[in-house]
């Protein structure tokens, strides 16, 4: 009797994993890149996995100095993780390699999208209007100034090209402050952007040397050269530089993103806030810092990589991964009820953002940035170069 009610049960555990086979579970590859130690990944991972039985995520924190080197060589190698952290940087050489696979149609159909902040994806766009990414954290520049000192003076924050510069000479009291301070030096095509970029100015042949964008450069120097509103430092100034002297009220206002926000306020508290950049020319335009996430056409699971990679970019999983990265959350909800930055950093972000944008990737652009806009910029400052000959320079860059 005892071995009929075995074979019975042996049968019909055989008859119900026939009509109900178990899933093969699928293991997706994932890079990414965190600095800091508070590392919310394996959560993350763990909440993903509860919910999709079925798939495995392997997750590696990849050293970001190495990053792309591994990543490209990877790549080559066949051995690429089905799905990775990705910077605009590097869409075009990945485009080029024919390792991303569009995920346009799947965002589409993803209830996420939504929820997405206006802008990022067309701010992701390949140059061929597909999508290949989906943004997962992001920073814009704005306008750091000294409330205390604006209050002093009786001034509010500006909002045109004109406020800014009569703020900026009120507040001049040379050499102890002074009203602006500018990144001269290298990684300040950025904030000059705002003040250039905004008035027509174009990385594309032709798009330096226009009348509109050689003024709307002169401008900039002349608050150097006559208003000596920037402190005489700001042809080497740094980005440790402009802080330093923020923080210590030698200049009134700077621009930077909400990852200085932090550190702005352990040092200032309520002295300091922020406003999107002013609109010169009727116009306003701002630098968008990026990082997305990819899922790589060689990879042999692209449904399970879409899942976590959207998962990552939804809701609550979105906060928790931007906790470790101290940049914004991509998701309205999200910015909604943030709580990692102030609430005015917040603001200034995410009314920047429809305004943002992003250089044209070229090996042009490229040189622009590195090398040759600092050396530029620092010639015109201290008069070695006029503003037509700085832009006629940067214009070679991009000569066809």
């Given at each position: 009797m005892k071995l009929l009610r075995k074979l019975a049960l042996g049968a019909a555990m055989a008859a119900s994993l026939a009509l109900n086979p178990a899933r093969a579970t699928e293991t997706?590859?994932?890079?990414?890149?965190?600095d800091n130690p508070a590392n919310p990944m394996s959560d993350?991972?763990?909440?993903?996995?509860?919910?999709?039985?079925?798939?495995?995520?392997?997750?590696?924190n990849v050293p970001w100095n190495s990053y792309y080197d591994n990543l490209y060589t990877a790549l080559v190698g066949g051995n690429a993780p089905d799905a990775a952290m990705v910077k605009l940087f590097a869409q075009p050489r990945l485009l080029e390699m024919g390792a991303l696979e569009p995920i346009g149609d799947r965002i589409n159909a993803w209830q996420g999208k939504a929820d997405l902040l206006d802008n990022l994806l067309e701010l992701n766009k390949g140059a061929d209007g597909q999508q290949y990414y989906l943004p997962i954290q992001y920073v814009v520049?704005?306008?750091?100034?000294?409330?205390?000192l604006f209050e002093a003076a009786g001034l509010k924050p500006p909002t045109t090209c004109e406020d800014f510069r009569e703020a900026a000479i009120k507040l001049t009291k040379a050499p102890d402050t002074y009203g602006f301070g500018l990144r001269g030096g290298k990684g300040g095509w950025d904030q000059w952007g705002a003040f250039v970029f905004s008035k027509g100015a174009e990385l594309k042949p032709g798009g330096l040397?226009?009348?509109?964008?050689?003024?709307?450069?002169?401008?900039?120097?002349d608050l150097f050269q006559k208003d000596k509103v920037i402190p005489p430092s700001a042809p080497n100034d740094g980005f440790q530089e402009i802080i330093a002297a923020f923080k210590t009220g030698?200049?009134?206002?700077?621009?930077?993103?909400?990852?200085?926000?932090k550190d702005l306020v352990a040092a200032l508290g309520d002295k300091v806030s922020a406003v999107p950049v002013p609109k010169c020319g009727g116009k306003q335009w701002t630098s968008y810092g990026d990082e997305s996430l990819a899922v790589f056409s060689s990879s042999s699971v692209k449904d399970a990589s879409w899942k976590w990679i959207s998962f990552l970019a939804e809701g609550e999983n979105n906060v928790?991964?931007?906790?470790?990265?101290?940049?914004?959350?991509?998701?309205?909800?999200?910015?909604?009820?943030?709580?990692?930055?102030?609430?005015?950093?917040?603001?200034?972000?995410?009314?920047?953002?429809?305004?943002?944008?992003?250089?044209?990737?070229?090996?042009?652009?490229?040189?622009?940035?590195n090398t040759a806009w600092q050396t530029a910029?620092?010639?015109?400052?201290?008069?070695?170069?006029?503003?037509q000959q700085m832009m006629?320079?940067?214009?070679?860059?991009?000569?066809e």
């Open positions: 997706v590859r994932f890079w990414y890149h965190f993350l991972v763990a909440k993903f996995e509860k919910a999709n039985p079925d798939i495995k995520i392997e997750a590696e520049l704005y306008l750091y100034y000294r409330a205390d040397t226009t009348p509109e964008a050689v003024a709307a450069n002169q401008w900039l120097i030698k200049t009134a206002m700077t621009i930077h993103h909400i990852g200085s926000s928790a991964f931007n906790t470790a990265t101290g940049q914004m959350t991509v998701t309205k909800s999200g910015a909604a009820d943030w709580k990692l930055h102030e609430r005015r950093f917040v603001d200034a972000t995410v009314q920047s953002l429809p305004f943002a944008h992003v250089l044209p990737q070229s090996s042009g652009t490229s040189e622009f940035v910029m620092q010639q015109a400052l201290t008069g070695q170069t006029t503003s006629e320079q940067l214009n070679t860059l991009f000569a």
